[in-house]
Nanobody, 121 residues
Framework: QVQLVESGGGLVQPGGSLRLSCAAS????????MAWYRQAPGKQRELVAK???????NYVDSLKGRFTISRDNAKNTVYLQMSSLKPEDTAVYYC???????????????WGQGTQVTVSS
């Protein structure tokens, strides 16, 4: 089985920073793209940023310059550095990965359980 476990969420004041981490574990053969999504109360889940195994990134336009996605392939971990946080960034942040397991050797998409980020004074 594969697990994606997020950490690093919490309460932060407007203008502050947080770094989210997501570690993938289990019978993993290879990880392709990893991504962060978020879902605010009453809204649909939306893509925040995505990174390929080669390090190519793409971001939702509204977050460029404030959020940075990175990954450590050796640790099967993806990070999201968030700065200049605003109250509207409040959401549950989910990790997502396209990977191949050693059980099936076929690609599949996985989600983490989510971590809450609250931006408030």
């Amino acid at each position: 089985q594969v697990q994606l476990v997020e950490s690093g969420g919490g309460l932060v004041q407007p203008g502050g920073s947080l770094r989210l981490s997501c570690a993938a574990s289990g019978s993993i053969f290879s990880i392709y793209a990893m991504a962060w999504y978020r879902q605010a109360p009453g809204k649909q889940r939306e893509l925040v940023a995505k990174i390929t195994s080669g390090g190519s990134t793409n971001y939702v336009d509204s977050l460029k310059g404030r959020f940075t996605i990175s990954r450590d392939n050796a640790k099967n971990t993806v990070y999201l550095q968030m700065s200049s946080l605003k109250p509207e960034d409040t959401a549950v942040y989910y990790c997502n990965a396209d990977l191949i397991t050693m059980l099936t050797f076929s690609p599949k998409n996985y989600w983490g359980q989510g971590t809450q980020v609250t931006v408030s004074s």
